[in-house]
């Protein structure tokens, strides 16, 4: 089914709207989006996630590009109309989320929104924050996210917390943030 991510993207944006799908993993978001009449550009650090993404939604080719948060080194400034990062900053140590942030709204126009989802509980890691794999996974209070957001220039406008269906020990939270002005 449609994630959250998506219905939310679905709701707010033009359908001519350039997004950027950060840490795309899969692919799967992307190409909801695509479908939905969006142009997409995703990217991802894993050249093993990308070419399984590709696999999986070949109408994915050339969209998809190697680059990663917390830097976003390869994006030009104001470039995107929407940025989508779910599931991904989890992935970076707390340190690193106001840099990340930062990047998201320098890659967003004036005016664009990113769509961000996070996890705000999971019974499932050991007491480093890794799961089963060894793969970090910072859960950060919505609050300081929120706070960070707006610190470096993204003001909240949709919020939503859901338990994972498939993952009852996980739960999520899903965000609208608008890149304020200039």
Do not use: F
């Not at 993404?53 to 050339?62: I, K, M, Y």
């Not at 104001?78 to 779910?86: F, K, L, P, Q």
């Not at 340190?95 to 499932?124: C, F, H, M, Q, W």
């Amino acid at each position: 089914g449609e994630t959250d991510v998506v219905a939310l993207e679905r709701e707010r944006l033009e359908p001519d709207s350039l997004n950027l799908d950060v840490g795309a993993g899969s692919g799967r978001d992307a190409s909801a989006l695509l479908a939905l009449g969006h142009k997409v550009h995703a990217n991802d650090p894993s050249d093993a996630l990308r070419r399984a993404a590709l696999e999986l939604h070949p109408e994915l080719a050339g969209a998809l590009a190697s680059d990663s948060l917390p830097h976003l080194g390869t994006i030009a400034n104001r470039s995107y109309d929407a940025v989508i990062c779910r599931a991904v900053l989890m992935h970076l140590p707390r340190s690193d989320y106001s840099t990340a942030l930062r990047n998201i709204r320098r890659v967003l126009k004036p005016g664009g929104e990113l769509t961000l989802a996070v996890p705000v509980r999971r019974d499932d890691l050991d007491t480093q924050s890794r799961d089963a794999a060894g793969r970090l996974h910072t859960v950060v209070p919505v609050e300081d996210v929120v706070r960070l957001a707006r610190v470096n220039g993204l003001s909240l406008v949709h919020s939503k917390t859901t338990v994972d269906p498939q993952r009852p020990g996980i739960e999520w939270w899903t965000g609208g943030l608008r890149r304020e002005q200039p």
